[in-house]
């Protein structure tokens, strides 16, 4: 695929893998170590179209400043296909687990098949949660789809609730729709809550402060939003 091709499937892309989604934007960037004007046009086209994934703000700051582009988009695809996080999930888990996650994050559905003593209950928000259950019932997991409006139950029923971010700042993370519910029943509960953070996901206050200014549609109601800001 033409890099400028590959950058427009990254910037029209929905419900993808970030991390790929990062990937493939990294290695079409690369090309551009001689037009430094044309990289800060791609990048900023990028984060116009994908505000809220943290990762790409990451890499492509990274990009933009780089005296070798082509090296570090190799550094930074090279960073997403080695991130631990998934690994540090899994071993962190406690024994015989029953976790609680929303909608489908990306990082905790890789990572809990690792663990062959869990079983996953799925918050089925905007109908992920079928899929998702596909996904790990492949992995020999056990794992049951649940209507959002039984999260009080689901809750109670399990040992934890894990949650995974796009972005975080210093005091807070967008997070998908669904999510916020999860925790606060969850903290009334007392039950603990996880939030995974991948490879390029914490960002510096800036960076935070633009992606929540670009997000948020003030012609589109609350309820109606596709992500949510979790203290």
Same mark, same amino acid.
């Given at each position: 695929?033409?890099?400028?091709?590959?950058?427009?499937?990254?910037?029209?892309?929905?419900?993808?893998?970030?991390?790929?989604?990062?990937?493939?934007?990294?290695?079409?960037?690369?090309?551009?170590?001689?037009?430094?004007?044309?990289?800060?046009?791609?990048?900023?086209?990028?984060?116009?179209?994908?505000?809220?994934?943290?990762?790409?703000?990451?890499?492509?700051?990274?990009?933009?400043?780089?005296?070798?582009?082509?090296?570090?988009?190799? !550094?930074?695809?090279?960073?997403?296909? +080695?991130?631990?996080?998934?690994?540090?999930?899994?071993?962190?888990?406690?024994?015989?687990?029953?976790?609680?996650?929303?909608? $489908?994050? !990306?990082?905790?559905?890789?990572?809990?098949?690792?663990?062959?003593?869990?079983?996953?209950?799925?918050? !089925?928000?905007?109908?992920?949660?079928?899929?998702?259950?596909?996904?790990?019932?492949?992995?020999?997991?056990? +794992?049951?789809?649940? !209507?959002?409006?039984?999260?009080?139950?689901?809750?109670?029923? +399990?040992?934890?609730?894990?949650?995974?971010?796009?972005?975080?700042?210093?005091?807070?993370?967008?997070?998908?729709?669904? +999510?916020?519910?999860?925790?606060?029943?969850?903290?009334?509960?007392?039950?603990?809550? $996880?939030?995974?953070?991948?490879?390029?996901?914490?960002?510096?206050?800036?960076?935070?402060?633009?992606?929540?200014?670009?997000?948020?549609?003030?012609?589109?109601?609350?309820?109606?939003?596709?992500?949510?800001?979790?203290?």
């Amino acid at each position: 695929m033409h890099p400028i091709e590959q950058l427009r499937y990254v910037a029209r892309a929905s419900g993808a893998d970030a991390s790929l989604l990062v990937e493939e934007a990294a290695s079409a960037l690369g090309v551009f170590g001689r037009d430094p004007a044309g990289m800060v046009t791609a990048c900023r086209r990028l984060l116009t179209r994908q505000p809220e994934i943290g990762a790409l703000w990451w890499m492509a700051a990274q990009m933009v400043t780089s005296t070798d582009p082509w090296e570090t988009s190799r !550094d930074v695809i090279a960073a997403l296909r +080695s991130d631990p996080t998934g690994r540090h999930l899994a071993h962190e888990l406690p024994d015989n687990p029953r976790v609680l996650i929303s909608g $489908w994050p !990306d990082i905790a559905v890789a990572a809990l098949p690792r663990r062959g003593d869990a079983s996953v209950l799925v918050l !089925d928000v905007e109908g992920q949660g079928t899929s998702v259950v596909r996904r790990l019932d492949r992995a020999d997991l056990v +794992s049951e789809h649940v !209507d959002p409006a039984h999260v009080a139950g689901a809750v109670e029923e +399990s040992s934890l609730v894990v949650l995974e971010a796009a972005a975080v700042g210093e005091g807070a993370a967008l997070v998908d729709v669904g +999510s916020v519910p999860a925790a606060a029943v969850a903290r009334a509960a007392g039950v603990p809550v $996880w939030l995974v953070v991948g490879v390029g996901r914490r960002l510096p206050e800036p960076y935070w402060e633009a992606i929540v200014e670009r997000v948020a549609d003030p012609d589109l109601p609350a309820f109606l939003a596709p992500h949510e800001v979790l203290s």
